[in-house]
């Protein structure tokens, strides 16, 4: 009888009740399974009273040096039909990349009698040389002494090189003055004293150029001194930079090509093969330490069958993302995406929901129109303006209900996932009108959002509040936004406390943006440095529900020809 892989884990209870999944999870876009729900929360219990190893995950207060961490569970079937299920983490655990129960990792670099060791070791010495090399003294001290040599130097050509000027012109008006006199009195003496006077201009002026010459020199002198000093330092740090950069990218590379993936049908990649064919075509850092790969590559390798994934968040959130504790995510797109499309060949999966237009069988409300602007109530899950893969939109629903209309049409946007009111040009000219208003922030917005919970400021009765949280893209988890203080674009958000709800642990605000970045208002919700209470239905930064509870309820702006102020709203359907 085969012996059950060690990682294997059986169900600590029956599920027999339970109906296995039809198909495996599109792990991009998913709910998790009722299985999966079971096996995270057996991990969970885990992770709570295991004793093998210490990682702090910042659960207990303790923040500094906290590291949360995505876990994942995958259940499977063994040969002999058993259900069970595989866990994984992230990366490293403890510092370690083998615990019990745990799956290990598709290549392990930490392992003592790989390649790896030796060769980073080598790096290490190189960073150790470049260390004493960048941090040498004479380099601060003859780079400031070069640029004031420099500067000294110029400063002395500039100086003589005005003297030149001043005596080119001095020796002309004396030419001039001698060509009037000779005129005034044109005989031999005169001549001669011309021809005395022009000689001893012309020593005048080639004295001046040697003297520059001589200038040039001893100044090209010194700094060639300094600058031989110095190059012989900076040249040393460049070497040891390009060594390093050399020894880096091929340890890369050979690192790249031990990572090889497995899938159900039995064909094996590495990772450079598997992005060569990606418009990343070198794989980000991290590629194939994430749970998801882990999981499936052993399932494969140890003739299980798997049958849904799902992934949740342990711990502390980082400061630039919002994860919440327990909370189940999808796999990242930019490391994850490329390594599953070769992983997932061969198995039943989910359709990817995304490709399924939200907006099918759902009515836009046109609340006013006349002959320059339309104003209506876009509903939840509907684009403003056409995807990748789906047409249908409020741009598209405007163009064919205003087939003549000679505007751009769309003024602004709302996320596809917010409900609420935008304006719609019908001509060039309100359109730019109405454009203007909202770069010169003229338009007053306000948004009503049901909070999933009670935030602390709003616990203790603070009526409104201002949130300033810079964003800018995940790049490794589009459409996901970070809070990033280095390179994020401003972010500022008004907020007002509408109504309290204590029973349900729910509160409604009012929010008025006074920038509008992409996911803004989601984020300073949800994020522990904004109002740290998602809104109720987010997907990306909460939890699902039947919608996201967020709602563009009044639009207040001038009328793009009358140039009267209107007014518009209309209540959320939550």
Known sequence: MQLKPSCFTSFTQAIDAYALPQRFTFPFYYEPHPLCVLAANELQQHLETQHDWQHNFGLTGELTGAIGKMFGVLLVQNPQGEVGYLSAFSGKL???????????????????????????LQINQINEQLLTVENHPDIPRLSTELETEQAQAQAKLAAHRQVMIDGRQSRKAQRNQLAAQLAANPTDDTLRENAITEAKLSQESISEKNQLRDIKRYWDERIHTISQALSQ????????????????????????????FLNIKGTEKSLNGIFNGTVELTPPAGSGECAAPKLLHYAFKHGLKPLAIAEFWWGAPPKSEIRQHKQFYPACLRKCQPILGHMLEGLVVDENPLLTNPAEGKTLSILYQDDAMAIVNKPAEFLSVPGKEIEDSVYARMRQTFPHATGPLIVHRLDMSTSGLMVIALTKE????????????TVTKRYVALLAGIPAVMANKQPTGHISLPLRGDLDDRPRQLVCHEFGKAAETHWELSQLNEMARTTRVYLYPKTGKTHQLRVHCAHSEGLNTPIVGDDLYGTRANRLHLH???LMLQHPVTRERMRFQVDPDF
């Open 552 to 554: 563009a309820d009044l």
């Open 430 to 441: 309100a359109h730019k009108q109405l454009q203007k208003q909202f770069i010169q922030r």
């Open 94 to 120: 403890a510092e370690q990349n083998h615990w019990p129960r745990f799956v290990p990792p598709v290549f392990d670099m930490l392992a003592k009698d790989n390649f790896f060791h030796a060769e980073n």
């Open 233 to 260: 330092l900076t040249g040393e740090r460049d070497a040891l930079r390009q060594q390093r950069k050399r020894l880096s990218a091929a340890l890369q590379q050979k690192l790249f090509e031990q990572y090889r």
